[in-house]
């Protein structure tokens, strides 16, 4: 088995003396640029997020939309609502099976001819 002396001599020989400084340096900006587009990466996903923290803020805004009440005038139509009593209602649908049933503060008209 060879030396590691005879090796690089070999190698020396057969690549020039220059290629191992070269190779060097070729390898260590190879290894800058890396390490120099890993932090770009980080900076531009961490501006990424911000400014999506930023446009999620302002166009989702959070709690309730709050809102004035505008006072506004009822409006007045030329017919008039009138209260009419529960006879006056059941004369309105003559010869229909109607009733009127539920608590007196929430009666509902039936209508007893359809099913």
């Known amino acids: 088995m060879k030396n590691p002396s005879d090796h690089d001599r070999l190698l020396d020989d ?3 003396e220059d290629f191992r400084a070269e190779s060097l340096i070729h390898t260590l900006a190879i290894a800058r640029r890396e390490r120099k587009m890993r ?3 980080g900076r ?3 501006a990424s997020a911000l400014l999506l923290a930023v446009a999620a803020i302002v166009f989702f805004p ?7 009440p505008g006072v506004t ?3 007045h139509s030329k017919s008039a609502i009138r209260l009419i009593s529960e006879d006056e209602l ?3 649908f ?3 099976a ?5 608590p007196p503060e929430r009666r509902q008209l039936v209508f007893l001819d359809r099913y």
């Not at 959070?62 to 004035?68: E, F, I, L, S």
């Not at 109607?98 to 539920?102: C, D, F, K, L, Q």
């Open 44 to 46: 531009f996903a961490a």
């Open 98 to 102: 109607v009733g009127i049933v539920g």
């Open 62 to 68: 959070r709690g309730p939309q709050t809102t004035t």
């Open 73 to 75: 005038q009822p409006v």
């Open 90 to 92: 059941l004369a309105q």
């Open 94 to 96: 003559p010869g229909r």
């Open 39 to 41: 932090r770009l990466r």
């Open 14 to 16: 057969l690549l020039g």
